[in-house]
């Protein structure tokens, strides 16, 4: 397992963006697979876009799709996720988590995974977002 810092949320506007970073304790980052997750209080938690640090391959889920953008500065084990466009229902809590890209299926394929989380054993300790109208 890494260490996963994430930072970056806060409160904005409808039609405003946000940056959020993820950066992990590891000399090995281009190995890994980073996901962002995003939970709304009641609800189960959601990925939204994944990026497998080595070959910066995304993926993205749709209703994020044209307005998120997922990032890494390997140099840096540093993860972005630059969210534009943001909308009300767009709050939440947002995580990112990390695996060992070995152990996994490509990015597009763990969005045809339903319980996609859980192939993640690093997490980082959420970042509060609240788009207002």
């Known amino acids: 397992e890494v260490q996963l810092q994430a930072s970056g949320g806060g409160l904005v506007q409808a039609g405003g963006s946000l940056r959020l970073s993820c950066t992990a304790s590891t000399a090995t980052f281009d190995h890994y697979t980073i996901a962002w997750f995003r939970r709304v209080p009641g609800k189960e938690r959601k990925g939204l876009a994944v990026i497998r640090c080595g070959d910066q391959s995304v993926y993205y889920k749709d209703s994020v799709q044209g307005r998120f953008t997922t990032s890494s500065d390997n140099a840096e084990a540093t993860v972005y996720l630059q969210m534009n466009s943001l909308k009300p229902e767009d709050t939440a809590v947002y995580y990112c988590?990390?695996?060992?890209?070995?152990?996994?299926?490509?990015?597009?394929?763990?969005?045809?995974?339903?319980?996609?989380?859980?192939?993640?054993?690093?997490w980082g300790q959420g970042t509060q977002v609240t788009v207002s109208s």
């Open positions: 988590a990390a695996a060992e890209s070995i152990s996994l299926p490509t990015p597009r394929l763990l969005f045809e995974i339903s319980s996609m989380a859980r192939l993640f054993d690093s």
